[in-house]
């Protein structure tokens, strides 16, 4: 599976959108980006996933690059309790997930 | 929703002694369940991967006689850790694919203490 970059830490505003970047330039052409979160001390917690067009949902949205070489996490309002480490990873349909050491994100009051 | 549960969610054991963490998908079968370990603000490392009814597979450098995995049904894994010593003290997370879409889910780990 590709690897991921992520920066390793963000801040963000109570009640701004959170954007979290992740490049993945090697990912190949039937490999999906799925975005997880973890609260200290819990088990990651599925948020949104897709292959080549946007997605949006009820916690977030993902913004893929044409190129796929490249895409975003949006919280849109930020609170207190999305304060986690974003985990960013490409993987091919059915095969384990390998985590990166994703992104501490605070959000700040 | 799909539930992927772990138990114990917190254990104490001696050095020496072995202890054995279930997972367990409460409303759909998991024909593959996944085994990460996480030491302190570290990232979650693949440990092995299991499938129903056979051996698992387990990652580089993970030693197979000291974490031994059992899936033995469609529902249940259990990871037995052998002769604890501190340094296995981490938090253990399961996950199962499974239910529609063959989506995995992640269970709410389990710390290991090992005293």
Sequence with gaps: DAKTTQPPSM????????NLPCNHSTISGNEYVYWYRQIHSQGPQYIIHGLKNNETNEMASLIITEDRKSSTL??????LRDTAVYYCIVRLTGNQFYFGTGTSLTVIP | ???VSQHPSRVICKSGTSVKIECRSLDFQATTMFWYRQFPKQSLMLMATSNEGSKATYEQGVEKDKFLINHA????????VTSAHPEDSSFYICSAKGGQGNTIYFGEGSWLTVV
Aim: hydrophobic fraction near 45%; proline fraction near 4%; charge should be negative.
């Design chain 2, 1 to 3: 929703g799909a539930v």
């Design chain 1, 11 to 18: 801040d963000c505003a109570e009640g701004r959108a959170a």
């Design chain 2, 73 to 80: 049904s469609l529902t249940l894994s259990t990871l037995t």
């Design chain 1, 74 to 79: 949006i919280l849109p309002h930020a609170t």
